[in-house]
């Protein structure tokens, strides 16, 4: 499974976008860097 997994491009999880390869399994970059907050029971993303 490990070895399928890092030959995809572009994991869509619930909190990220992950691109793992062989030497990176964890695959987070930048652009999955965000905070969130809870506001009158919404999710809200800080600016």
Do not use: C, I, Q
Request: glycine share 6%.
């Amino acid at each position: 499974m490990r070895w399928t997994l890092t030959r995809r491009a572009k994991h869509y999880l619930n909190n990220a976008l992950s691109t793992t390869s062989p030497t990176d399994h964890n695959g987070y970059d930048e652009r999955s860097a965000f905070l969130t907050e809870v506001d009158g029971g919404k999710f809200r993303l800080v600016p």
